[in-house]
């Protein structure tokens, strides 16, 4: 099988701006999970997908935000973009229920200038 | 919510020595507790797992054991390898959320 894909892998933004990014899971994995990555920070959960609706989400802003098709690929989308926001964006799927073996996506590199 | 501790954040052991990493974990009901790898600019790679109801589980060189009365689970990476060198998260979750540690960085020396 495919392994989960995301796009673009990198982005450049400038502060204020907004951008999206997609993920496409595993073929039969309806779940998918959007982390946060920064350099000596672990993997910081920001939200959870399954069946198109938001199961679970962590402690990140309203400019945070995903959506989850009907297909199970997943975008998440961050408005208004602070420098903060740099950091490696990672998806990674499995399928509902155990065993929950989660499979991550080579993620996305977003710098804000 | 679940809350993960990971130590050490650094660890630098010889080749062909043994490597231990360990995770406390704050939730009772976490049942699922994976171990990942991300080699420098690469994605995490899950590497082993263990449920709840397992108290070790061994794969060749790799080895979790989980301690539920105290919350903590532990890698044990026995005749470590360079390619060994890499970040390793440990992770708790109950369903589909995941709560990670910080990261351990491990090298390990020729």
């Known amino acids: 099988k495919a392994g989960v894909t995301q796009t673009p892998r990198y982005l450049i933004k400038t502060r204020g701006q907004q951008v999206t990014l997609s993920c496409s899971p595993i073929?039969?994995?309806?779940?998918v999970s959007w982390y946060q990555q920064t350099p000596g920070q672990g993997l910081q959960f920001l939200f959870e997908y399954f069946s198109e609706t938001q199961r679970n989400k962590g402690n990140f802003p309203g400019r945070f935000s995903g959506r989850q098709f009907s297909n199970s690929r997943s975008e998440m989308n961050v408005s208004t973009l602070e420098l903060g926001d740099s950091a490696l964006y990672l998806c990674?799927?499995?399928?509902?229920?155990?065993?929950?073996?989660?499979?991550f996506g080579p993620g996305t590199r977003l710098t804000v200038t | 919510g679940e809350n993960v501790e990971q130590h050490p954040s650094t660890l630098s052991v010889q080749e062909g020595d043994s490597a231990v990493i360990k995770c406390t974990y704050s939730?009772?009901?976490?049942?699922?507790f994976p171990w990942y790898k991300q080699e420098l600019g690469k994605r995490p790679q899950l590497i082993i797992d263990i449920r709840s109801n397992v108290g070790e589980k061994k794969d060749q060189r790799i080895a979790v054991t989980l301690n539920k009365t105290a919350k903590h689970f532990s890698l044990h990476i026995t005749e470590t390898q360079p390619e060994d060198s890499a970040v390793y998260f440990c992770?708790?979750?109950?369903?589909?959320?995941?709560?990670f540690g910080t990261g351990t960085s491990l090298t390990v020396i020729p």
């Open positions: 992770a708790a979750s109950m369903g589909n959320q995941f709560y």
């Open positions: 939730d009772s009901a976490s049942n699922y």
């Open positions: 990674a799927s499995s399928l509902d229920g155990m065993p929950y073996e989660q499979y």
């Open positions: 073929s039969g994995h309806r779940s």
